[in-house]
C-alpha cells in the first residue's frame, strides 16, 4: 500500500476500535467527533464539562491504550501477557474518569455484578489471575491456536474473572488487540474485533453468556463468533483498499486522457474535485453558477453550451454518472481494465 493509503487505513481502524470498545459500555460520541477528540493538538484534557468530558476522557483514554500497545509490542516482542501489563492498561482506559467503586489498575475488593453474570468474589481474584497469565502464555495454546484465537480466549477468560471495578470489558478488549498486533496481524494498520463486538453488541453479549451458563465454559460458539466478525472487518479494510487504488487508478486515466486531449481542462477540475473530496455536484448549481467551482471554470463563458459539451465528453467515456441531477464520478469505469 503507498504510506498514504496505509496511514489512512490505520486511522480509520483506530477510530473503529476506539468507537467500538468505548461504544459497548455506552459512550454515545460518533466516529466523526472521536477523529476530531483523537487529532486535536491538546488531547490530554476534554474540552466541555459534564458527562460530555467523561465521554472525550474516555475516548482519549482508549488512544493512549492503543498507543500503549503499539509501545510495548515494539518493545516486548512476543506477545506474553503479564499481571502488570494488563493493570497498566485498565489503569490506562480508567484514569481520570472517576467510576465509583474503581481504582484504575487495581483489582477490586468488592464484589460486582454484569448484568445476568456474577464474577468472581475479590478473595479470589489473584489465584484466578495466576492461573489466567500460566494459561494463556502456556505453550499448548500459543502452539495449538496461535494469536487470533489466543486473542479471543484472553478476551473471554478476562471479562469472565472482571478483576477491575469498572472498565473490565475495555480492558479485555484492549488484551485482544495487543496479542493480535503482536501476533503480526497489524502490520499494515490497526485490527481488532472491537467495532465488530459493538455492530453485534446483542450477539456479542449473547455469545459471552451462552459460554458460561448453557455451554458451561465451553467457548466453541463464541470463538466461532468472534472469527466470523475478524474476518468480516478485514473485509471490509480490504474493500477500502480497493476503493482507494480504484481512486488512484481513476485518476491517472483521467491525466491520461487529458494528455491525448480527449477531455478539456475543466472537465479534470470538475473530476478532481469530485474524486479528491468523494463528493457529488448539482448539475443546476454548475448551469447557475452557484457552484464555487463553475464560477471558477465557467466564468468567461456564455450560456451552459461549453458545460454541456464536457459533461457529454465525460459521459460518453463513462467518467460520470448523473444520478437525480447530481453529478458523480464513475470510478467503477476501471473495471473495464481489470482481466
Not at 66 to 78: A, K, N
Not at 109 to 136: C, D
Not at 307 to 332: A, C, F, H, W
Request: glycine content about 8%; aromatic content about 10%.
Amino acid at each position: 500500500m503507498p504510506p498514504q493509503m496505509r496511514e489512512q487505513i490505520n486511522q480509520i481502524n483506530i477510530v473503529r476500535h476506539i468507537k467500538g470498545t468505548t461504544g459497548i459500555e455506552g459512550n454515545t460520541l460518533t466516529e466523526e467527533e472521536i477523529t476530531r477528540i483523537i487529532t486535536k493538538p491538546q488531547d490530554d484534557q476534554p474540552t466541555k464539562p459534564g458527562p460530555v468530558a467523561l465521554e472525550e476522557r474516555e475516548i482519549i483514554n482508549a488512544k493512549r491504550v492503543l498507543e500503549y500497545i503499539r509501545d510495548h509490542s515494539q518493545l516486548h516482542p512476543g506477545g506474553f501477557i503479564y499481571e502488570a501489563m494488563i493493570k497498566s492498561i485498565h489503569r490506562l482506559t480508567t484514569e481520570g474518569c472517576g467510576y465509583g467503586g474503581n481504582v484504575p489498575g487495581v483489582y477490586r475488593n468488592h464484589g460486582v455484578h454484569a448484568g445476568e453474570y456474577t464474577p468472581p468474589s475479590p478473595e479470589k481474584i489473584p489465584g484466578l489471575m495466576a492461573q489466567f497469565i500460566e494459561f494463556i502464555n502456556g505453550r499448548p495454546v500459543a502452539e495449538k491456536y496461535g494469536p487470533l484465537i489466543r486473542a479471543i480466549l484472553a478476551h473471554f477468560y478476562l471479562i469472565s474473572i472482571h478483576p477491575f471495578g469498572d472498565g473490565n470489558g475495555r480492558t479485555s478488549r484492549g488484551i485482544e488487540a495487543y496479542i493480535l498486533y503482536s501476533g503480526g496481524y497489524n502490520v499494515r494498520s490497526f485490527y481488532s474485533l472491537a467495532n465488530y463486538y459493538y455492530k453485534k453488541r446483542d450477539g456479542y453479549i449473547e455469545k459471552l453468556q451462552a459460554a458460561r451458563f448453557i455451554h458451561k465454559g465451553r467457548l466453541a460458539e463464541f470463538v466461532q463468533f468472534s472469527l466470523a466478525g475478524f474476518g468480516s472487518e478485514l473485509e471490509q479494510v480490504q474493500e477500502e483498499i480497493l476503493h482507494f487504488i480504484t481512486l488512484l487508478m481513476f485518476k491517472d486515466y483521467v491525466k491520461e486522457l487529458h494528455e491525448k486531449d480527449r477531455i478539456s481542462w475543466r472537465s479534470v477540475a470538475l473530476l478532481d474535485y469530485m474524486t479528491k473530496e468523494e463528493k457529488t455536484i448539482r448539475l443546476q448549481d454548475l448551469k447557475t453558477n452557484e457552484h464555487y467551482l463553475a464560477k471558477f471554470i465557467y466564468r468567461k463563458y456564455k450560456g451552459v453550451r461549453t458545460l454541456n459539451r464536457d459533461i457529454k465528453q465525460m459521459s460518453d467515456l463513462d467518467l460520470v454518472k448523473i444520478t437525480d441531477g447530481y453529478l458523480q464520478p464513475n470510478i467503477e469505469v476501471m473495471q473495464k481494465f481489470v482481466d
